[in-house]
């Protein structure tokens, strides 16, 4: 087991020095391994290998035991962001700003952009409700959870559900939330609640609620939570969690 984990990672070298991962990842297409052959029948659920300058992600389909590429980046580079747990995200939360808490939490909930939670508008609010993503202009049907529904009910502004602290006429933004994300971050790193290695902003909420889809019920809850047309996608996002691990 040991020698051909060993001989895996010389392959992923290999495949990394001329670029064949690269452009697979580039083309969003999965690469094929036969694990069977490679781990003498083993078959593992998940496997993460660190290598001198890339961290290579990989998924294992356990039915035909297929190796496939979940994501390619450079080591130590973090400039995007990265999950949280259970626990940070709760430190997170608890250094909000209350308005800003609510929209977060609604991200970790639904899986949707903070974009998406922003353009709510007063007047369409309603406990289930049909969104049309701002990013792609699909559309999926949310239910807020009741607690935070109540939150959004009593905040919520003349036109918008979470309008701008400036002028009423205009949502809160993304920058908003973003920085005020930011300030709690740099308090719990400096604490060592948060990895140096974490970067932490509005699109770790999504990342949360991919990870614990993906726990709860596989690659297509993900999926389906996220509103992906591509798997390959959803996989860099339900991973999210080994990334930080690593």
């Given at each position: ?6 001989c895996?990672?010389n392959?992923?070298?290999?495949a990394l020095?001329?670029g064949?991962?690269?452009?697979a990842l580039?083309?969003r ?13 083993f078959?593992?659920k998940?496997l993460i290998?660190?290598l001198?300058?890339?961290?290579l992600y990989l998924d ?7 190796l496939s590429i979940?994501?390619l ?7 995007r962001?990265?999950?949280?747990d259970?626990?940070q ?5 608890a250094?909000?700003m209350p308005?800003?808490?609510?929209i977060v939490?609604l991200?970790m ?14 007047a369409?609010?309603?406990r289930?409700q049909?969104?049309?993503?701002k990013?792609t202009?699909?559309?999926r049907?949310v239910?807020?959870?009741a607690?935070?529904y ?7 502004g003349?036109y918008?559900?979470?309008e701008?602290?400036t002028d009423?006429k205009?949502h809160?933004?993304?920058q908003?939330v973003w ?5 709690a971050e740099a308090?719990f790193?400096r604490?060592?609640s948060?990895?140096?290695?974490q970067?932490?902003?509005t699109h770790t ?5 991919a990870?614990?889809a993906?726990?709860r019920?596989?690659?297509a809850?993900?999926q389906?939570l996220?509103?992906?047309?591509d798997p ?5 996002y339900?991973?999210?969690d080994?990334e930080?691990k690593e």
């Amino acid at each position: 087991m040991i020698s051909c984990a060993l001989c895996f990672v010389n392959l992923c070298h290999a495949a990394l020095r001329g670029g064949f991962f690269a452009a697979a990842l580039r083309q969003r297409q999965p690469v094929a391994v036969d694990s069977k052959s490679l781990f003498h029948g083993f078959c593992p659920k998940r496997l993460i290998f660190s290598l001198t300058d890339s961290i290579l992600y990989l998924d294992v389909f356990c039915n035909n035991c297929e190796l496939s590429i979940l994501g390619l980046s450079k080591g130590g580079d973090f400039t995007r962001t990265t999950y949280a747990d259970r626990a940070q995200m709760a430190h997170i939360l608890a250094a909000l700003m209350p308005e800003n808490r609510v929209i977060v939490q609604l991200c970790m909930a639904t899986g949707l952009r903070v974009s998406d939670v922003l353009e709510l508008r007063s007047a369409d609010l309603k406990r289930r409700q049909t969104i049309r993503e701002k990013k792609t202009g699909k559309t999926r049907r949310v239910q807020w959870p009741a607690n935070l529904y109540e939150e959004m009910e009593r905040g919520a502004g003349k036109y918008w559900v979470f309008e701008s602290r400036t002028d009423p006429k205009k949502h809160r933004t993304r920058q908003a939330v973003w920085k005020d994300i930011k300030q709690a971050e740099a308090v719990f790193k400096r604490s060592g609640s948060l990895s140096r290695r974490q970067n932490i902003g509005t699109h770790t909420a999504r990342k949360y609620a991919a990870v614990g889809a993906y726990h709860r019920g596989g690659i297509a809850a993900a999926q389906r939570l996220l509103n992906h047309s591509d798997p390959l996608i959803t996989r860099l996002y339900a991973l999210a969690d080994l990334e930080v691990k690593e």
